[in-house]
């Protein structure tokens, strides 16, 4: 290792509890200078020495750091119009809740989304209350029939799939997590899908968000198909904007016919509190879309 008080001297450097094998004669947890001057030990990894030389995204997947962890969102809408819309299973602009509430899960099919039958029995729903906390709550499916969230503070749908089935191993009908009052709709589970395909989200509270993949394609037309990733964040002005209302567009891309997947040099960050959509519109009615966002989720230290 080269001392960096005498850069053309090179020396081994044991750190404190190191020794020394008498079979290899090597270091046994050695570690290097950093440039102030101190030694470091390597990070030990299931029993190796570790230095990041995979992409940084691998070592995060891998559980390397324990302040990271991998996200992903897909998004799907089967029927694009010439209106903007956004990137979710219902079609048509997103309304964001503005109140923490109770809400009420319901399937469009009242013979195997009940209990004990064939379809799906039960669904959790991954959300945040009014201060942005996650939290996690499930319920019981009875068709055709609402049933309330035994929870009343939620105020952001963070991920809706379905818990547990019958024999089909899925949803026979679209289960909707929607208002109390039946309308409006703040989340679907396709039928034969067991989770919700919805680009949409939002950073919790203590986390900032780091996006750094997208992709995006069209189908079922022969015009240009027009995406755009918003959030409620303005990097320029380094603020949050009127969250579920006001959304600043970032990345734009137009599909026809094909699918677009960039990898960004510079990855987009969030900062906690950031509502996130992506945003469609056709340049004619009937085609159909499906995007993901992938990036990594960080604890604010």
Sequence with gaps: MTNPSDPLHTELVLPAG????????????SGFYGTDGNTY?????????????????YEIAEGN??????????????DIGTTEEDMWGVGGKYVFPTAEMKMEVVSSDNTADIPADTGALTVYINYLNGDYIEKTTSV?????????TSVS??????????ASTGTDGMPKGNIDIRNTSDTPIYGRISAGVNRARSCIWTVPAGKTLYVNNLFFSSGGTIKPVFFSTKTTYDDIAETNL???LFFMPYTDIQCNDNAIDITL???TKLPEKTDIKVSVVGNQAGALGLCFLKGWIQTNS
Excluded at 41 to 57: A, E, F, L, Q, S
């Design 18 to 29: 190191s020794r020394v094998s008498s079979t290899n004669k090597l270091p046994v947890n």
């Design 140 to 148: 019981i499916l009875n068709g055709t029939t609402p049933v309330e």
């Design 265 to 267: 040099g510079i990855p």
């Design 153 to 162: 503070d939620i105020f952001r749908i963070q991920n809706f799939r379905v």
């Design 242 to 244: 009127t969250a579920g």
């Design 41 to 57: 030990n390597y990070k030990v990894v299931d029993g190796k020495p570790r230095i990041c030389v995979d992409p940084y995204v």
């Design 65 to 78: 750091f324990t302040d990271k962890k991998s996200w992903s969102k897909t998004g799907y809408n089967p």
